[in-house]
């Protein structure tokens, strides 16, 4: 035996050593960040000479029951307003011929880059007491129910649409023919082929609109008046009266629907079948004036609404005095002189941004590669993937809560994190993660694994693999997982009201603080800046992944 073959597993086990402990260095990190937080809320819930028996007493209370009841009704309407529209959009978009249908779709995903707080900054202009439209509502108040499903509508709209423009991409083109061979009209293949054929997109879609309902608290916070709901209740039960612990079990309930709702879609999950074969036919839409036109019609309609909430706020930034003095003026943006923040808080917004951008990548794309591609330890890899889509069930509300009773406690090791950026970056980064983790595993499972079997018989250690051959086919997955953590810390509101200081206000609350402070104007100009923000770092990404594939593209060539 050569001593080359004798060398050759003593080498691999040296370059897996470091795979291993960065595996276990990401499990420990995602249980630090993650599952203690969460471990904090149930023992803080329970904290007390009552226990249990105390927590169940306030779970009774009239006041938590009306808001329960609030936050359901509420998400339900949210709901059933949204599911018909986004059905109707991402079915023009996916099997018409609709002119324009990139324009459509851009306009559609416009409310990402937008707080939640804006559509309801938009609403009070247009049907508050001094609303342009308020006679449409027929003596009706904005302020209460109607406002907050017109503006959950309005924020949740995108994220239905994602997820039915991905059931409705691919369909057999067989199934449609056999039906129409069968004498089936478009109604019945409709009510027959498709609408079976994406139940598990609609579920799904369904799931996280009430889910994102529920749990919201920007829209409510603005324009809810008098309606209490259990974000709200949460808000104010820590920071308006400073009851810890009855904002731990607040932060329970609120944990219970996203809970059911993610339990519901795995299950759901297990059960779906594969939409395509390797005998499929790709459906590709004939073109149909009337359908096309029709569509066409209900899409200009809705992506008009989108538009008009997101352009009432921005336009209003820049006017005197809404409706009275409607001349140009960028007094409002003079943050310096008003409550809230000022520019520090854009400037920690965009610090923020970029940091979670960064180190959230960096977490996320490194943690699944390790587990994907290397010979992680069984356990770290298990925790990993478990701790990974935790967060999809954690409302960003509760997330903050957690991260105040574990990291704000006096005997925790890393209590010097707490009141600084870098524990709105690690709270940013644990609320989004797995999105982020799931478009990182996606994009290293379509590489074959001969590539990483290749370049340990070539004796090249994984982290040249990796960095040579690995992350630059997968830039343009990376590129989106920093687009989103970038627009997310950019947009959320939930997931840091807890937890920023004088020192580190970020943009999107001090747009609370300068509507709560009677500033609407003023709000609605920094609502546009972070709009505004997330639209060019949306189009930088852009085009740095363009540029990157085509400089791939034309390296190997």
């Not at 960065?22 to 969460?38: G, N, S």
């Not at 997109?201 to 919201?216: H, I, P, R, Y």
């Not at 974000?231 to 104010?236: D, P, Q, T, V």
Request: proline fraction near 5%; charged fraction near 10%.
């Amino acid at each position: 035996m050569s001593t080359l073959a004798l060398h050759r597993p003593a080498a691999l086990a040296a370059d897996q050593r470091p795979a291993r402990a960065l595996a276990w260095l990401a499990a420990a990190l995602l249980l630090v960040f993650v599952a203690w937080p969460l471990a904090s809320i149930l023992l803080k819930a329970v904290d007390g000479p009552g226990g249990l028996g105390q927590a169940a007493a306030l779970l009774a209370e009239p006041r938590l029951v009306d808001a329960t009841l609030n936050s359901l009704g509420l998400a339900l309407a949210t709901t059933a307003l949204v599911l018909p529209p986004a059905l109707l959009y991402a079915f023009a978009l996916t099997r018409s011929r609709v002119r324009a249908r990139p324009l459509l779709r851009t306009l559609a995903l416009a409310p990402l880059l937008a707080p939640s707080l804006l559509p309801a900054i938009s609403l009070v202009y247009l049907f508050g007491n001094q609303g342009l439209l308020r006679s449409w509502l027929g003596g009706a108040s904005i302020y209460g129910p109607l406002g907050i499903v017109l503006g959950e509508a309005f924020y949740t709209f995108p994220h239905a649409l994602l997820i039915l423009l991905t059931a409705l991409g691919v369909a057999d083109a067989r199934l449609y023919e056999a039906a129409e061979t069968l004498g089936a009209g478009k109604l019945r293949r409709f009510l027959t082929v498709t609408l079976p054929h994406i139940r598990y997109g609609l579920a799904s879609a369904a799931m996280v609109v009430f889910t994102l309902a529920v749990t919201d608290f920007g829209v409510p916070k603005v324009i809810g008046g008098h309606t209490n709901v259990l974000a709200l209740e949460a808000y104010k039960q820590v920071i308006g009266q400073q009851q810890f612990g009855r904002g731990a079990v607040v932060g329970l309930l609120l944990l219970l629907p996203a809970l059911l709702s993610f339990v519901a879609e795995r299950r759901l999950a297990r059960g779906r079948g594969a939409a395509l074969s390797g005998r499929s036919v790709a459906y590709a839409p004939r073109r149909n004036p009337l359908r096309d036109g029709l569509l066409g019609l209900g899409c200009g309609a809705i992506a008009l609404a989108l538009l008009a909430l997101l352009g009432t706020a921005v336009a209003a930034s820049f006017m005197e005095l809404w409706p009275y003095r409607l001349g140009f003026t960028l007094a409002h943006y003079d943050f310096d002189n008003l409550d809230g923040g000022g520019w520090l808080a854009f400037g920690n917004s965009l610090k923020l941004a970029a940091l979670t951008a960064l180190a959230g990548s960096a977490m996320v794309f490194g943690t699944a590669y390790l587990v994907e591609k290397t010979p992680a330890p069984r356990l770290a890899a298990h925790c990993i993937r478990a701790l990974a889509l935790l967060p999809m069930a954690v409302p960003g509300l509760v997330l903050g809560l957690g991260y105040i009773f574990c990291f704000n406690a006096p005997g925790n090791p890393l209590h010097g994190l707490y009141g600084t950026l870098a524990i709105l970056v690690a709270s940013t980064v644990a609320h989004f993660y797995t999105t982020a983790h799931l478009t990182a595993t996606t994009a290293l499972r379509q590489l074959d694994g001969e590539i990483e079997a290749v370049a340990a018989s070539l004796r090249r250690p994984w982290w040249t693999t990796f960095r040579r051959v690995t992350l630059p086919i997968c830039l343009p997955a990376l590129l989106d997982i920093a687009r989103l953590l970038f627009v997310s810390a950019l947009t959320t509101v939930s997931c840091v009201i807890f937890l920023y200081t004088p020192d580190t206000v970020l943009a999107s609350v001090a747009v609370l603080n300068m509507d709560d402070a009677g500033d609407t104007a003023a709000a609605a100009a920094m609502a546009t800046l972070i709009v505004a923000s997330a639209l060019a770092a949306t189009l930088l990404m852009n085009l740095a992944g363009w540029w990157g594939t085509n400089g791939c593209r034309s390296g190997k060539t």
